[in-house]
T-cell receptor, first 114, second 113 residues
Framework: KAGVTQTPRYLIKTRGQQVTLSCSPISGHRSVSWYQQTPGQGLQFLFEYFSETQRNKGNFPGRFSGRQFSNSRSEMNVSTLELGDSALYLC?????????????FGPGTRLTVT | KQEVTQIPAALSVPEGENLVLNCSFTDSAIYNLQWFRQDPGKGLTSLLLIQSSQREQTSGRLNASLDKSSGRSTLYIAASQPGDSATYLCAVLAKAAGNKLTFGGGTRVLVKP
């Protein structure tokens, strides 16, 4: 069974631009979560989608948004990029979020904002 | 608010020595705890998942224990190898955190040949 895939793997953008990252979960998984990893803040939760609905949201500004499609694939969008948005963005999928479900992570998208 | 701490932040051991990695969390109302491995610039690889009702889980040279009452988990790696060099992260899934994983800062491990 294929793992979680994320595209693109690397991205360089300029301040003020916007970016869209994509995540394809493991087949059969319906929950997709997004995390931001930086050297200073570590891994921080962005949001979680389940059955095309945002079920949980972390403490990030409204510039960060996401969505999930009927095939469970998910995208996250960051508008008006800032230098501080440079990070590794990780996507995780699970059968469901809650009791007992293991989360599987993708390889991440490395975003560099210049 | 759930907080997860991993001490030490870095660890260096000679090959063959057993590794002991610690994780502590503040809210014992958790569903499960997961240990991950991360190689530089890569994603997270799940190592072990311990349900809140379990005391330990084992996979090959890895053994993880969970003591919910004291808010602690320990990951043991037996007979370490240079290939075990990586950052190890623990994360808890707790209702108080809104069903999202809360991560510790990680322990960076170097196994010297």
């Amino acid at each position: 069974k294929a793992g979680v895939t994320q595209t693109p793997r690397y991205l360089i953008k300029t301040r003020g631009q916007q970016v869209t990252l994509s995540c394809s979960p493991i087949s059969g998984h319906r929950s997709v979560s997004w995390y931001q990893q930086t050297p200073g803040q570590g891994l921080q939760f962005l949001f979680e989608y389940f059955s095309e609905t945002q079920r949980n949201k972390g403490n990030f500004p409204g510039r960060f948004s996401g969505r999930q499609f009927s095939n469970s694939r998910s995208e996250m969008n960051v508008s008006t990029l800032e230098l501080g948005d440079s990070a590794l963005y990780l996507c995780a999928s699970s059968l469901d979020q809650g009791i007992g479900y293991e989360q599987y992570f993708g390889p991440g998208t490395r975003l560099t904002v210049t | 608010k759930q907080e997860v701490t991993q001490i030490p932040a870095a660890l260096s051991v000679p090959e063959g020595e057993n590794l002991v990695l610690n994780c502590s969390f503040t809210d014992s109302a958790i569903y499960n705890l997961q240990w991950f491995r991360q190689d530089p610039g890569k994603g997270l690889t799940s190592l072990l998942l311990i349900q809140s009702s379990q005391r330990e889980q084992t996979s090959g040279r890895l053994n993880a224990s969970l003591d919910k009452s004291s808010g602690r988990s320990t990951l043991y790696i037996a007979a370490s190898q240079p290939g075990d060099s990586a950052t190890y992260l623990c994360a808890v899934l707790a209702k108080a955190a809104g069903n999202k994983l809360t991560f510790g800062g990680g322990t960076r491990v170097l196994v010297k040949p």
